[in-house]
């Protein structure tokens, strides 16, 4: 008895991943940068395309075979215009695709520095003041 071969036409599931954009924890001064962690747990890294567009969208594509007959697919467009495009940085491990995306014009940020650093800085002032009036005082 001969098997009969399934010309089955494969399904397609699309699917919304899910998303988590994180600001860097670094405590960069002057380079700020985001991470946007996409969790693509089923997915290997040869089934992800992107593509750079002259819109300046980033876009993601992944198709993944489950089964026979059924492919699970995504389709993400990320607005990159105010990153700098070419420091952007990929990297998929653990089934999650992790991307950090420069800021483009970072701004001093004393927020980013931490509470100890501005501590120091305000004791070095007051013992810059301490000294200046100790001096100019007689």
């Known amino acids: 008895m001969k098997k009969e071969e399934s010309n089955v036409e494969p399904s397609y599931e699309d699917f919304e991943p ?5 600001k860097e924890a670094k405590d960069y001064v002057l380079k700020e940068a985001d991470i946007l962690e996409i969790q693509l747990q089923e997915f290997k890294r040869e089934e992800l395309k992107y593509e750079m567009g002259e819109d300046r969208l980033l876009y993601i594509r992944g198709e993944h075979q489950v ?4 492919i699970r697919r995504f389709n993400k467009k990320i607005d ?3 990153y700098n495009i070419k420091e952007i940085e990929a990297k998929f491990e653990a089934g999650n ?3 950090r995306l420069p800021c483009k014009n970072s701004a001093l940020s004393f927020c980013k520095m931490g509470k100890k650093t501005i501590n120091c800085a305000m004791v070095a002032l007051l013992l810059l003041l301490a000294f200046c009036m100790y001096r100019y005082s007689e």
């Open 80 to 82: 990159v215009s105010k």
């Open 67 to 70: 089964g026979k007959s059924l």
């Open 18 to 22: 899910y998303c988590k954009w994180i």
């Open 97 to 99: 695709l992790n991307l």
